[in-house]
C-alpha cells in the first residue's frame, strides 16, 4: 500500500508535527508512505518539499495571496481565516501519481484551493487538526454557523464586512461532490463533523495521533530539573506560553483566575510555575508565584525533559482538537489538569492521569491544581497511570493499524 500524505509543513506547527508522527509511524509498520509539503524543513528523505529556489520561494508566498481577500473580512474572531483560492498543481501530481490513498492533513496556507481538493481522484483520506474542513474559512469557532449552514441571517455580531466564511462554505458544498473519508484525532472533533451541515453524512473515524512512547518517557525528575537549571523540593507547574493570551481559546485567562485562587492556599507556597515556550518579558506579570521562562524548546529530548521536571501540566484550552501537549506530557509520566472539553478527555482520564475541570470554571481548574499536588503519593500514582495510557492508546503500532485499517476502507470505496 502506498500513502501519499499532504501537509503544509513537515515539522513547522502542532499539525504539522502530528501529520510527521503518524507518517513515521505508518513506515514504521512497513506503509509506504511518502510526506509532500510545501515547506520542508526537518532535512528528512521521506518528506518530499519544494526543489529548486523558484519553488521554494513560491511555498513561501501562496499563503500572502489570499491576503487581501482575508483584509475584506471584519472580525472578531482572532483565529487564523484561510480562504484556499489559489489554485495548484497538487490534483494533477496526485491523479497522475502510483498512490493507493491520498492522506491530506493541514493543506491549508493556500496549498491546496477548495476547488483542488475536489479535483483529487484518487481515494482520499483526510486527518483533520482542526474545525476548518467543515467551517467556512475559520479554523475554530465559537458560533454554529458550521451546523446550520452558512446564511446571511446566521452571522454573528462580531462580523462585518464581505463574509467570507459564508463564501468559502458555498464553495466547499459546490465542489466537495464526492464524500471524503474523515479521521479525527478526539471524539468531539468527530462528533463536530457528524454534526455539520457540510460533512454529516460523510464516513468518520476516530483515530488519535501516535507519540514514539520509545522516546518519549520519564527522566527522573532530580535530573531533569538539574539538566533545565529548575529548582529541586518545590512543587512545579508547567503552562505554555502567556502569549496565548493573544488566542481565546487557549484559556489563559481562565488560568490566570484559577491561580488567584491558589495565592491564598497555605499548603501552596512553596509553588513555583514554569512557563515554556516564551522568554521572560521585559515586565513579568505578577502571579502570586516565582516563575520560571524556558523559552521555545524545539526538540524532543529538551521538551521531554521539561515534562518530566514538571510535577503536573495545565492545559486550560476550551478547544483543542486533541491536546499534544497533554498526550506528550502523559507519556512523560506528568499528570494533566484540564477543562473536561474539546479532544482533552481523550487524553486524561479524569482523577485517574489527572483533572477534568468542568468547562470553564476556574475554581474548579484550582481545585484540579490543588487536589493533584495535595497528596505527593497520589502525584507519582497519577503519572504511573498517565505513563500507562500513553503506551497503551498512542503508541505509533496501534495507531498504524488503525491508519491502515481506514485505508482498506477509503479504497474500497474508491
Known amino acids: 500500500?502506498?500513502?501519499?500524505?499532504?501537509?503544509?509543513?513537515?515539522?513547522?506547527?502542532?499539525?504539522?508535527?502530528?501529520?510527521?508522527?503518524?507518517?513515521?509511524?505508518?513506515?514504521?509498520?512497513?506503509?509506504?508512505?511518502?510526506?509532500?509539503?510545501?515547506?520542508?524543513?526537518?532535512?528528512?528523505w521521506?518528506?518530499?518539499?519544494?526543489?529548486?529556489?523558484?519553488?521554494k520561494a513560491m511555498g513561501l508566498i501562496r499563503p500572502q495571496l489570499a491576503k487581501p481577500l482575508?483584509?475584506?473580512?471584519?472580525?472578531?474572531?482572532?483565529?487564523?481565516?484561510?480562504?484556499a483560492i489559489v489554485s495548484s498543481t497538487w490534483p494533477q501530481r496526485l491523479n497522475a501519481s502510483d498512490a493507493d490513498v491520498v492522506h491530506l492533513h493541514w493543506v491549508q496556507g493556500e496549498m491546496l484551493s477548495v476547488e483542488d481538493i475536489g479535483r483529487i481522484r484518487k481515494p482520499i483520506l483526510w486527518t483533520l487538526h482542526d474545525m476548518w474542513a467543515?467551517?467556512?474559512?475559520?479554523?475554530?469557532?465559537?458560533?454554529?454557523?458550521?451546523?446550520?449552514?452558512?446564511?446571511?441571517?446566521?452571522?454573528?455580531a462580531h462580523e462585518s464586512?464581505?463574509?467570507?466564511?459564508?463564501?468559502?462554505?458555498?464553495?466547499?458544498?459546490?465542489?466537495?461532490?464526492r464524500p471524503i473519508h474523515i479521521v479525527c484525532p478526539s471524539q468531539w472533533l468527530a462528533d463536530c463533523v457528524k454534526a455539520s451541515a457540510l460533512m454529516a453524512e460523510w464516513p468518520v473515524s476516530v483515530v488519535p495521533n501516535p507519540l514514539d512512547t520509545d522516546l518519549w518517557r520519564p527522566i527522573e525528575q532530580r535530573l531533569a530539573r538539574e539538566l533545565l537549571g529548575l529548582p529541586h523540593g518545590a512543587p512545579l507547574l508547567l503552562f505554555g506560553a502567556m502569549g496565548g493570551g493573544n488566542d481565546p481559546r487557549k484559556g489563559f485567562d481562565l488560568l490566570l483566575a484559577a491561580l488567584k485562587q491558589l495565592r491564598a492556599e497555605p499548603n501552596l507556597q512553596e509553588l513555583q510555575l514554569v512557563v515554556f515556550g516564551q522568554l521572560a518579558p521585559r515586565e513579568p506579570p505578577e502571579l502570586g508565584f516565582p516563575i520560571h521562562y524556558t523559552g521555545h524548546l524545539h526538540d524532543d529530548l529538551s521538551l521531554r525533559t521539561l515534562y518530566s521536571a514538571a510535577d503536573l501540566?495545565?492545559?486550560?484550552?476550551?478547544?483543542?482538537?486533541?491536546?499534544?501537549?497533554?498526550?506528550?506530557?502523559?507519556?512523560?509520566?506528568?499528570?494533566?489538569?484540564?477543562?473536561?472539553?474539546?479532544?482533552?478527555?481523550?487524553?486524561?482520564?479524569?482523577?485517574?492521569?489527572?483533572?477534568?475541570?468542568?468547562?470553564?470554571?476556574?475554581?474548579?481548574?484550582?481545585?484540579?491544581?490543588?487536589?493533584?499536588?495535595?497528596?505527593?503519593?497520589r502525584r507519582q500514582a497519577l503519572g504511573h497511570a498517565a505513563r500507562e495510557r500513553a503506551v497503551q492508546l498512542w503508541n505509533p503500532a496501534r495507531v498504524a493499524g488503525l491508519y491502515a485499517e481506514v485505508y482498506r476502507q477509503a479504497m474500497e470505496r474508491g
Open 1 to 44: 500500500m502506498k500513502v501519499f500524505q499532504l501537509n503544509y509543513s513537515d515539522i513547522n506547527g502542532g499539525a504539522a508535527r502530528a501529520a510527521y508522527r503518524i507518517h513515521h509511524a505508518l513506515r514504521s509498520s512497513g506503509i509506504d508512505s511518502q510526506m509532500l509539503v510545501n515547506r520542508a524543513s526537518a532535512g528528512d
Open 46 to 55: 521521506t518528506v518530499q518539499g519544494p526543489s529548486g529556489q523558484a519553488a
Open 70 to 83: 482575508r483584509a475584506l473580512l471584519r472580525t472578531g474572531n482572532p483565529i487564523i481565516h484561510s480562504p
Open 134 to 156: 467543515f467551517c467556512g474559512a475559520e479554523h475554530y469557532t465559537d458560533d454554529l454557523r458550521w451546523r446550520e449552514s452558512y446564511r446571511p441571517g446566521n452571522r454573528p
Open 161 to 177: 464586512g464581505f463574509d467570507l466564511n459564508r463564501h468559502t462554505w458555498q464553495r466547499k458544498r459546490k465542489h466537495w461532490r
Open 313 to 377: 501540566l495545565a492545559v486550560p484550552s476550551r478547544q483543542e482538537a486533541f491536546g499534544q501537549t497533554a498526550s506528550e506530557a502523559h507519556a512523560c509520566g506528568t499528570p494533566v489538569v484540564a477543562f473536561r472539553t474539546g479532544g482533552l478527555p481523550d487524553i486524561v482520564d479524569h482523577q485517574r492521569t489527572g483533572y477534568l475541570a468542568q468547562p470553564f470554571d476556574p475554581y474548579d481548574l484550582a481545585a484540579g491544581i490543588r487536589w493533584v499536588l495535595a497528596d505527593p503519593s
